[in-house]
């Protein structure tokens, strides 16, 4: 790509930093009336699985309601959105989401519900890094090594993702442009089967969340060699950031937050908000997250609705510039 795309997708990865803030309101009268299920678009045991479950339960232990994490695997959590979109605005139904929740609006021209006036934000759970990894025996040591390699034979070097249209797939695009290199995208259909796909060898290279990634790097079946993010993770404080590397002005900060459907009355849209950052600020939680890289970053549910609006546009910019199309 010429110079003028790198610009935009160079300014299209800083992400809107924004002040976290606590929705303050009186709790909403007889809530939670009923159990609350929370619809999962992605494979148990993905970040967008484990974050729900912990903040799920103790929900339920403050509520003594049960709290039903729902898997529903498909269409890149497209599936699970128009369930939330068109359930009762009762704040009974919620929806975990990554940022391919801002990506699917930005890349496909028609869905089944409206991204932006659908849904009610709640917050953010997290930032959680993406780790670009490796097969041990493949050895390539450093983003210079799959540089070097890409350039020496371009086209045949693979990395693989969750899917076309993942944020995953718009982070490897960006290093492809970036980096300058000819490497071919693999989608799998969840991040377990892409990571699998690296771990074998018949995957050059991976970017999967940090959560995913910590167990098989401590076990030896992975190799963390980057970060997607401007500052290295805290779980692996030795990995260096894909900038660091390199790649001069590589910055992708996926993130991790919870929405319900549009409608819902604004006292339980701020009740779901003060229980979810509190938990999440427990001492206890706080430290589970810390160790697999996740770094808590509550959003008000103003805050996270401007959040969601400022990613659509900034995939946007990606997805043109990169010229991903799905079928």
């Not at 991040?191 to 060898?201: D, F, K, S, V």
């Not at 609006?309 to 995939?315: A, G, P, Y």
């Amino acid at each position: 790509m010429e110079h003028t795309s790198r610009s935009i997708l160079v300014a299209a990865a800083t992400s809107l930093t924004l002040v976290p803030l606590l929705a303050s309101a009186q709790p909403a009268p007889d809530y939670p009336k009923r159990p609350i299920r929370i619809l999962v678009g992605f494979s148990a045991g993905s970040t967008a699985d484990l974050l729900p479950r912990i903040a799920g339960q103790r929900m339920t232990e403050a509520w003594g309601q049960p709290v039903i994490v729902d898997n529903r695997p498909s269409a890149g959590g497209i599936v699970a959105a128009e369930i939330v979109a068109k359930a009762t605005p009762d704040g009974h139904t919620l929806l975990s989401v990554s940022a391919g929740h801002a990506v699917s609006a930005a890349l496909y021209k028609s869905l089944p519900y409206d991204t932006l006036k659908d849904f009610a934000g709640i917050t953010r759970f997290a930032n959680v890094p993406s780790i670009l990894v490796v097969a041990p025996a493949s050895g390539i040591k450093s983003v210079k090594d799959i540089i070097s390699l890409a350039r020496a034979k371009p086209g045949t070097l693979t990395y693989s993702t969750p899917g076309i249209g993942s944020a995953n797939h718009l982070a490897g695009e960006l290093l492809k442009n970036l980096a300058g290199i000819d490497v071919t995208h693999v989608p799998f259909k969840g991040i377990p089967e892409a990571m699998t796909g690296a771990m074998t060898g018949a995957i050059t290279f991976n970017l999967s969340p940090i959560l995913n990634v910590v167990p098989l790097v401590n076990t030896g079946k992975l190799l963390a060699i980057a970060t997607t993010t401007g500052a290295r993770a805290s779980a692996l404080p030795d990995v260096p950031t894909i900038g660091e590397s390199g790649v001069n002005g590589y910055i992708f900060d996926p993130w991790f937050g919870i929405l319900t459907t549009a409608r819902t009355p604004r006292p339980i849209v701020n009740q779901l908000n003060q229980e979810i950052v509190r938990s999440m600020a427990l001492p206890e939680i706080k430290a589970r997250l810390a160790s697999l890289g996740a770094e808590p970053a509550p959003l008000s549910p103003e805050q996270f609705d401007a959040h969601i609006r400022s990613e659509v546009e900034k995939f946007r910019k990606i997805v043109a510039s990169a010229n991903i199309k799905v079928e």
